[in-house]
Every structure is written in C-alpha cells, then in structure tokens.
C-alpha cells in the first residue's frame, strides 16, 4: 500500500495504524547493510532532530549519518510529505534505542491549529516499533488514564522516582499483555495516531541488553512551515 492510500485507509476506518511500503531499490537495501557492517559495532550518538525548515537539513543528516543512508532517507522523507499533503516535516533519526520490558504508552499532539493527528515511523535496520492491536477496551483505558496521572506527577521529580516510574510502567504494561504485538518488516512503515484518545498504544522493541543490538528507526510529523517551527522551538527548549 502506498503512503496515500495508507493514510486514507486510517482517517476513513477506526484503526490507530496503518502500514505504507517504503521506498527501497535493491541497490538501497545493499547501502543499509554496507552502512550497517560499517557502524554497528560503534557508538553512534543516541537520537537527533531534523526540520525541513532549516536550509541545512539534507547535509545535517548526511554528515549524521552517510551520504549514502541520506538518500535513502530524504527519498523516503519526501514521499511522506507529499503523501501526507503537507510542506514540511520533524524528522528524529535514532540509533540503538531498544528495551528490556515494553514501554505501552500513547504520543501527545506536536502542535495545534490545525492539531497533529499522526506520525509516521519505520525502521531501516534492526526491529521496528512495537504497535499494539488494541481496540479501544474502555475499562483498560481508565486504568491506564488512573495510572497515567500518576506517572505525569511521578515524572515532575524522575531522579527519585525512577523506581517508582518503572512500576508505574509495568502495572500499565499488564494491562495490555493479552494483545497482539505488532511489527512490521524493515521495508515497511507505519503511521499511527496521535493526541486523542483513540492513539495508537506503541513501544520500542524488546531486545536482550547483552546483544546490544544495532537499530536505526525513524519517525516523522508532517505539517506546514509554522506547524514545524513551533515542534523545533518546543523540542530546543
Ligand atoms: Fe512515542
């Protein structure tokens, strides 16, 4: 399914994703796993952002990442943006970002007028995001929302309440542990739902800390200009 059709599919049906092919040549996937034999036994740094509105993107992520890799991304990049009939994009490139024990929670709005009501992801190398096939059960959503509540307060002091926020974490986890954990393939990207009740549940993949597991994901909000300078100036706060 294409990005187009992808995203009509999950604004005119009650699901919280949908999935789109990504657009990967043979040659494409060679460059991922020359980048991979190259990178994966170093330290890439965590995460970084990106905006279309800045002049110097392209080259940002090119020196973040390869000229080659780049390509690949802004191709892909590109393609949701027109997809998604907007002008601009927030792009976070990650490395290595993986859990022990699932993280089940639902991303806020990335700017109103008018509100972010989705965001798209996938993921190059390694496993790709976990999304949860949940539908909507309102008796699992009180107690999340309860236990939701108590983590926001929980957070407002995270040094002395990392214990106590990795419990929060697990009581929530139990509540979805009778659904279907879904992952897609590298060549295939999501988009799910944002800022409503209705968000898609997902998580970072589980990986056994020992392997250390190489990952390279990517995710995404479209908007027009003023859309995505209010996430750069949130997000460099
Ligand atoms: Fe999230």
Not at 106 to 116: A, C, I, K
Not at 179 to 200: I, L, R, W
Not at 210 to 216: A, E, M, P, S
Request: charged share 30%.
């Amino acid at each position: 399914m294409d990005i187009k059709n992808s995203l009509s599919k999950f604004k005119s049906k009650n699901v919280s994703f949908s999935n789109f092919k990504l657009k990967l040549s043979k040659k494409d996937k060679q460059e991922i796993n020359k980048f991979y034999e190259l990178n994966s036994k170093n330290t890439i740094p965590n995460g970084r952002d990106f905006y279309t509105i800045d002049d110097d993107y392209i080259d940002q992520i090119s020196e973040f990442t390869s000229p080659e890799l780049c390509k690949i991304i802004i191709k892909n990049l590109n393609e949701i943006i027109k997809g998604s009939n907007k002008s601009n994009a927030w792009i976070c490139i990650n490395f290595n970002t993986y859990r022990t024990e699932y993280r089940w929670h639902r991303d806020g709005t990335f700017y109103l007028n008018p509100r972010s009501k989705y965001k798209f992801a996938f993921t190059l190398i390694g496993p790709s995001t976990c999304l949860l096939d949940f539908d909507n059960n309102k008796m699992i959503i009180e107690k999340y929302n309860k236990l939701d509540l108590l983590a926001q307060d929980l957070y407002k002091d995270y040094n002395n309440n990392k214990e106590k926020i990795l419990e929060n974490q697990r009581k929530k986890n139990k509540l979805f542990s009778n659904y279907v954990v879904v992952q897609n393939n590298n060549d295939t990207g999501c988009v799910f739902k944002v800022g409503d009740e209705k968000s898609a549940f997902h998580s970072e993949p589980l990986v056994d800390i020992d392997l250390k597991l190489f990952r390279l994901y990517i995710s995404i909000v479209t908007g027009s200009k003023k859309n995505i300078e209010v996430i750069k100036k949130h997000r460099s706060r």
